[in-house]
């Protein structure tokens, strides 16, 4: 089992910054590929970035690509995602997810409750 509980999450200007943080628990955190995913009002849940257990390999949508990144440290049992240059359209819910298999289609089996991201114009 791993519980996740995200933060960081707030009401930033376009062209901002915003960082956030996945905490979570469970002795085989490391062992799972984590993600980020969002979703907007009237939207369907969408993938935004992944990494690998070891971290050694990420993996982001078209839409973040350059502007966001994300990070992990087993040591601690957290994952991050830094977003860059904030657009009004990355306005969503951010949820953390772990799954075994790392990437926009892995099945993660594990999710948080969500942060709100709120980016204005």
């Known amino acids: 089992q791993v519980q996740l509980v995200e933060s960081g999450g707030g009401l930033v200007q376009a062209g901002g910054s915003l960082r956030l943080s996945c905490a979570a628990s469970g002795r085989t955190y490391v062992n799972y590929a984590m993600a980020w995913f969002r979703q907007a009002p009237g939207k369907e849940r969408e993938f935004v970035a992944a990494?690998?257990?070891?971290?050694?390999?990420?993996y982001y949508a078209d839409s973040v690509v350059g502007r966001f990144t994300i990070s992990r440290d087993n040591a601690k049992n957290t994952v991050n995602l830094q977003m860059n240059s904030l657009k009004p359209e990355d306005t969503a819910v951010y949820y953390c997810?772990?799954?075994?298999?790392?990437?926009?289609?892995?099945?993660?089996?594990?999710w948080g409750q969500g942060t709100q991201v709120t980016v204005s114009s």
């Open positions: 990494i690998s257990g070891g971290g050694g390999r990420t």
């Open positions: 997810a772990a799954g075994v298999i790392p990437g926009p289609t892995g099945n993660y089996a594990y």
